[in-house]
């Protein structure tokens, strides 16, 4: 019973904080003040909308499910063997997969328009870029989203049908996703880059590295890679912007097998690649997250994100509870640190699926665990775990699998809740690359963005349609 | 001055590529320095660098760091400079914080994280104010809605949900409420008490608790019901709902009801709830202002019906000399037998007000008197005053230039003002009625009159405005009923 003087009172302070002032002037009264601001659109059926969700268990038990589905996965490498064969859609005419929301050709940016002509080279489907451009304006080769063919690719993240991908399959469910092999910095086709030496790395790519790593997975039986990204967290990796320990890890794993399997010139070219590359990992660490997350999608009810990505122009997500669709609005700026001679205005608009991992609760959400990565903001490791700690606001649960040594070994914050970004106008932190918006050029910097909100209202707002709530 | 370029190489150093992306910007940021970088001395690093102008050493490593800067010469020696600081010493080890998250902004942020609570109290702007408190109502609060400009739709709807679960919604438009002892919104500092206040109006609330503690005794809940809560809508829902809870609490002997007069539909639901109450033994005084005997039809002879404010207060300090407690402190309320100046000709009667409730009360009582045709009243509360405004308890400024206008006007004989302190109150209410009162453009033969609502606990202290408006020539009533009563008495004399 509330009037009891023995129970004092416990006031939340929402308004004018002048109210909390009144109210702490007397000891046995506990007061918080809180922040409160409209909705971030200042319409106030968008406050309605929230509250109904918020209050509906059948929501919180949705998400539930969803998010226990999610924990449960179990991402192995299985293979590494061409699109084709695993993507039946890129069989069956001239399609060629990008990354992000969908988004028609004559709206695509720089480096994406370049990654495709650079697929077509490396196809044959013609013979010189302005060709090349042709088929793409004619619509003789068609795109589509990565993710409605079951892959994900970083930046440009273009699939076509003889590249090699990764085969990544959730031990649970038997659900599959696949991803390109990482070609490294500098002008590479996920950049934008077209020229002849990067279509012949494709092609050494297609032809030696990795039918290499196939053999290799084949060999070991496949790989678990939850246990990889744990111990890459413990290592000051987040596995989207820092990948360098995870990189080195699966290196470690597979050099042996390849040693042992391959001619010694062979092993000697395909060894060097791969150390190379400090973010080899990184298309593994989407591929897996991706398994993880399939495995929620399909929850009616659930307002759980199930991936985030970008196409250059747009930010799109999806969740459990509305299928198929795409929620998307402008990327937002990415703020961070340029290398010498670039600047904002040389910025390409965020691109990649690769927010897939933060979607996973790695990248930014564990950026606790890699916190030279908010040097690019000017922030301290401080900031890094509050931005991790940030994320929980705004999560159904943590992932007990990836825990993170600054939190005190705390799990990472993982299952964006779209009520709660709606609620709090806390928006997922992303960590990632910036690109030059010319295609070719490569990275020219790296820092922090931020999901869009509107997206998550928008995604709230069709599941609450769909319900037949309004 | 020429261009030079100067560079160092430090052996066997390793800075990860956001410490040398940040120490190259840093460098370039000097003056005078055109070009600088820092960099791992990879051949293709060394080889960008010459590009850029800069001098590369043969010697250097890819395990070395480079610092290689082009520009004037004493750019250049200052540049270095800082970069052997920033790459040389040890860095200090970061105490690094298990962390604190950021300040909550949201209710079920709040609750998420754990954090319990009794009561929301909710003043935000009115078009999101119903979803606010929808979500207290959600998360098993108890709802205070300072907020105004709720529909009744949505009054109704959250009331209905409150009285499912139990939960009281005080509001909207309501100011003031004291629960367990803990001050909410715009309250009057008082001693703890049996006598309970539950109020459809915030300055009328303030009015009866006040004047209780004036007299001795004390408080040991107010609650708000919201100006419209006895409206035909709106049933008088928080009123029965309180009126419930009261009933059943041990602390209260007599309760004070306090608003306008309820709907015709809506009075014998409250008087019912209100026999309830003395079948449990308490005694309900009701002050429903401006009702007069006729607007009872209903029997209410289990209610004491008052007819001022303050004369609810004193009914209900002298029924607890009924019910064998008495009073915990002494009464600081003198019966003021004022002469009242009898002006030297007729005029307008102007009564400048803060609190709505006095405001009301004053004009029902003035037309008892037959004095409605020669008043002037202004509720400076009223939203057409307060449209991108404090409200004048908090500024009161507006309303006093008013009064001071009217003290210098040969039309008015009798000006008539509120003074309301409290929490939440300005801290020095006379701040610009002094200004107007000390004015020379004031007639010394306008009669002023005026009453200040509050205790001496309250911050700005009763008995000291009290004092300093004595000083200032105004004739200081005990009550707001009695200030009208002098008014009355004055203009009668006159007329």
């Known amino acids: 019973m509330i009037l009891d003087d023995r129970n004092g009172l416990r006031v939340v302070n929402i308004g004018l904080p002048s109210f909390a002032e009144v109210a702490a002037t007397v000891a046995h009264a506990s007061v918080t003040h809180l922040g409160w601001r409209p909705p971030l659109d200042a319409d106030p059926q968008t406050g309605r909308l929230v509250q109904r969700a918020l209050a509906d268990e059948r929501i919180d038990e949705a998400n539930g499910r969803a998010f226990d589905r999610y924990v449960a996965s179990e991402p192995r490498i299985v293979d590494v063997v061409t699109a084709g064969e695993v993507i039946p859609a890129l069989r069956q005419s001239r399609l060629l997969l990008h990354a992000g929301p969908p988004i028609d050709e004559s709206e695509m940016c720089g480096p994406m328009r370049g990654a495709l002509i650079g697929a077509i080279l490396f196809e044959g489907w013609a013979a010189t870029p302005d060709a090349a451009a042709s088929l793409l304006d004619t619509g003789d080769v068609r795109c589509e989203p990565c993710h409605h063919h079951g892959a994900v690719g970083p930046m440009a993240g273009v699939v076509s049908p003889s590249m090699p991908v990764w085969t990544v399959e959730d031990a649970s469910s038997g659900r599959r996703a696949f991803t390109t092999l990482n070609e490294g910095l500098g002008k590479v086709l996920r950049f934008g880059a077209y020229s002849p030496d990067v279509v012949e790395r494709l092609q050494w790519m297609a032809s030696q590295l990795g039918p290499a790593l196939g053999r290799a997975i084949r060999g070991l039986g496949g790989v678990a890679v939850k246990p990889l990204i744990a111990q890459a967290l413990h290592m000051g990796d987040e596995v989207h912007n820092r990948n360098t320990a995870s990189s080195g890890q699966l290196l470690k794993i597979l050099a042996p097998k390849i040693a042992e399997l391959e001619t010694s010139t062979a092993a000697a070219s395909v060894l060097a690649s791969v150390a190379s590359n400090d973010h080899f990992f990184l298309n593994v660490s989407m591929a897996s997250s991706k398994v993880m997350l399939d495995a929620a999608s399909g929850e009616p009810d659930s307002t759980m994100v199930t991936a985030m990505a970008r196409n250059g122009v747009e930010f799109g997500i999806r969740t459990a509870g509305t299928g198929d669709a795409w929620f998307c609005a402008p990327a937002l700026a990415v703020e961070g640190l340029y290398f010498p001679g670039y600047g904002p205005t040389d910025a390409n608009p965020d691109l990649g699926d690769s927010a897939i991992t933060e979607t996973a609760g790695l990248g930014g959400f564990s950026m606790a665990a890699a916190p030279a990565i908010v040097g690019f903001v000017g922030g301290t490791p401080a900031d890094a775990i509050a931005h991790s700690l940030r994320m929980r606001d705004i999560t159904i649960g943590v992932n007990p699998a990836f825990t993170i040594p600054a939190l005190g070994f705390a799990a990472a914050a993982a299952g964006i809740d779209t009520r709660l970004v709606v609620d709090t106008a806390i928006l997922p932190v992303i960590n990632t690359g910036i690109a030059h918006r010319e295609a070719g050029v490569g990275q020219i910097g790296a820092g922090i963005t931020n999901a869009p909100w509107t997206c998550f209202r928008d995604a709230l707002r069709a599941l609450d349609a769909r319900r037949g709530i309004t | ?495």
């Open chain 2, 1 to 495: 001055m020429s261009s030079t370029s100067r560079s160092e190489v430090f052996a066997n150093r390793y800075l990860d590529s956001v410490a040398l992306l940040r120490l190259s910007g840093d460098l370039e940021a000097i003056d005078g320095v055109l070009v600088a970088t820092a960099v791992m001395a990879t051949p293709a690093n060394l080889a960008r660098a010459r590009d850029n102008g800069i001098a590369i050493p043969t010697e250097a490593q890819p395990n070395d760091v480079f610092v290689g800067v082009y520009g004037d010469a004493d750019a250049c020696v200052t540049a270095l400079t800082l970069a052997r600081e920033r790459i040389t010493p040890p860095r200090t080890a970061d105490r690094v914080a298990a962390g604190e998250p950021d300040a909550p902004v949201s209710l079920w942020q709040h609750a998420r994280r754990g954090g319990a609570a009794d009561l929301a109290l909710i003043s935000v702007p009115g078009p999101y104010a119903a979803a606010e408190a929808a979500k207290a109502l959600d998360l098993g609060l108890h709802v205070m809605l300072f907020s105004d400009n709720l529909s009744v739709e949505d009054e109704v709807s959250l009331k209905c949900q409150g009285a499912e679960r139990g939960l009281l919604v005080m509001g909207p438009d309501c100011g003031t409420a004291m629960l367990n002892g803990v001050p909410l919104g715009f309250a009057n500092v008082v001693r703890r008490g049996p006598v309970a206040v539950i109020g459809a109006s915030g300055t009328g609330m303030q009015e009866v608790m006040s004047r209780v503690h004036n007299l001795g005794s004390g408080i040991s809940q107010a609650i708000g019901c919201g100006g419209r809560d006895i409206s035909e809508r709106i049933g008088g829902a928080t009123m029965r709902q309180a009126l419930g809870m009261i009933g059943s609490d041990d602390a209260t002997e007599v309760v004070v009801l306090v608003s306008k007069p309820p709907h015709p539909s809506v009075l014998p639901g409250i008087l019912d709830a209100a026999r309830v109450v003395t079948s449990k033994g308490k005694h309900v005084v009701a002050v429903f202002v401006g009702l007069g005997d006729a607007g009872l039809a209903t029997d209410s002879s289990y209610v004491h019906i008052a007819v001022t404010l303050a004369d609810a207060a004193d009914r209900a300090v002298a029924l607890l000399g009924t019910t064998g407690s008495s009073t915990t402190g002494s009464s600081t309320e003198r019966s003021a037998h004022e002469q009242v100046a009898v002006p030297t000709r007729g005029g307008r009667v102007r009564g400048g007000f803060v609190g709505g409730t006095f405001c009301h009360e004053a004009g029902v009582l003035l037309a008892a008197q037959g004095l409605q045709e020669r008043s002037d009243l202004i509720d400076f509360g009223d939203d057409e005053y307060t449209a991108g405004r404090p409200h004048p308890m908090i500024e009161p400024s507006v309303r006093d230039r008013w009064i001071g206008d009217a003290l210098a006007d040969p039309e008015i004989a009798v000006v008539l003002f509120d003074v309301v302190l409290g929490l939440g109150a300005h801290f020095d209410p006379l701040i610009t009625m002094r200004v107007q009162l000390a004015a020379p453009t004031r007639r010394p033969d306008v009669v002023v009159v005026a009453h200040v609502c509050g205790t001496d606990l309250d911050p700005q202290n009763r008995s000291a405005v009290s004092a300093e408006l004595a000083a200032s020539g105004v004739h200081v009533a005990g009550s707001n009923a009695q200030a009208v009563e002098w008014v009355a008495r004055a203009y009668g004399a006159a007329s």
